[in-house]
């Protein structure tokens, strides 16, 4: 099974398995119902602090992801629920951010696979 990411505004299908939204805040402009949810871990993304931070200059991508790896540490029980999810079917990690390359969602899934692996 595989852990993949996919903006939340991009059209949901059955390849999808179980959708969690990985973003604190809820996508402008999207119902809940048009979201096709399974979960929302709001916990699991970058604390408000740090997402106003980086989205000030996104230039820090490097400096973003420490510091967002740091803030998961303290996340142990939600990274191993989705990582359990993980294991039993299809993950998909959903984001808003426009930044297809350089979002949180990224370094989510980097370290689910980590953890799923080890």
Known sequence: MTIKIKRIY???GPEDGYRV???RLW???LTKE???LDEW???IAPSNELRKWFHADRTKW???KRKYLAELKARQEQLNHLA???RKGQLTLLYSSVETER???VILADLLVKLKSG
């Open 27 to 29: 996508p402008r402009g």
């Open 21 to 23: 939204l990985v973003d």
């Open 62 to 64: 490097s400096e973003f």
């Open 34 to 36: 048009k979201a096709h």
């Open 10 to 12: 991009d059209e949901p």
């Open 84 to 86: 359990l999810l993980s």
């Open 41 to 43: 871990a709001k916990e």
């Open 103 to 105: 979002n949180h969602a």
